[in-house]
T-cell receptor, first 114, second 115 residues
Framework: KNQVEQSPQSLIILEGKNCTLQ??????????LRWYKQDTGRGPVSLTI?????NTKSNGRYTATLDADTKQSSLHITASQLSDSASYIC?????????????FGTGTRLLVSP | KAGVTQTPRYLIKTRGQQVTLSCSPI?????VSWYQQTPGQGLQFLFE???????NKGNFPGRFSGRQFSNSRSEMNVSTLELGDSALYLC??????????????FGPGTRLTVT
């Protein structure tokens, strides 16, 4: 069964610190992996999309890595800010299929404390 | 360009009632997908519309239905509401059909509470 597991479920860090969120997947075949940021009560906003051939992608202070061999991805946040407090969702697209096949993780809830 | 808009943002309904949610995609986008998000379950795909046609449907009962208009605006309807339908309903638009899962842009969602 195609699955996406994220860890930790929740995380509290101090403002200015770095953190890394993990995403392990069993989705096969693999097309692309996305990271979304979702503020409370809002819709998800795309941070990065990586295909099989990409192993690192950055978006400002957010850097995503992908290891397609071990089926693991991580999202690294540098110099965290209060506005980084949100849920981060990992999504994997299996093969050349449509939106109905996207596999969503349940997210990591990050709280950045002053 | 304006983003995806959803109305209403919040809704409280009673069991047994029906509800209609609306989504306006980004201008020029023809694909609209609907998702249900509940705590601990993550996002679950409801259906996708492209050029007024339902392209794909998730594993939800027939009480959940939708449609898309010629201007790409979409509506989702839930009949005979149950307590378990309480959730954040998200709409996402994409410029192309879902033949391949391209970039999606999500709206702010409609928070539905069923009492």
């Amino acid at each position: 069964k195609n699955q996406v597991e994220q860890s930790p479920q929740s995380l509290i860090i101090l403002e200015g610190k770095n953190c890394t969120l993990q995403c392990n997947y069993t989705v096969s075949p693999f097309s692309n992996l996305r990271w979304y940021k979702q503020d409370t009560g809002r819709g998800p906003v795309s941070l990065t999309i990586m295909t099989f051939s990409e192993n690192t992608k950055s978006n400002g202070r957010y850097t995503a890595t992908l290891d397609a061999d071990t089926k693991q991805s991580s999202l690294h946040i540098t110099a965290s800010q209060l506005s980084d407090s949100a849920s981060y969702i990992c999504v994997v697209a299996p093969g050349l299929t449509g939106f109905q096949k996207l596999v969503f993780g349940t997210g990591t809830r990050l709280l950045v404390s002053p | 360009k304006a983003g995806v808009t959803q109305t209403p943002r919040y809704l409280i309904k009673t069991r047994g009632q029906q509800v209609t949610l609306s989504c306006s995609p980004i201008s020029g986008h023809r694909s609209v997908s609907w998702y249900q998000q509940t705590p601990g379950q993550g996002l679950q795909f409801l259906f996708e519309y492209f050029s007024e046609t339902q392209r794909n449907k998730g594993n939800f009962p027939g009480r959940f239905s939708g449609r898309q208009f010629s201007n790409s605006r979409s509506e989702m309807n839930v009949s005979t509401l149950e307590l378990g339908d309480s959730a954040l309903y998200l709409c996402a638009s994409s410029p192309t059909t879902s033949g391949r899962a391209n970039e999606q842009y999500f709206g702010p969602g409609t928070r539905l509470t069923v009492t």
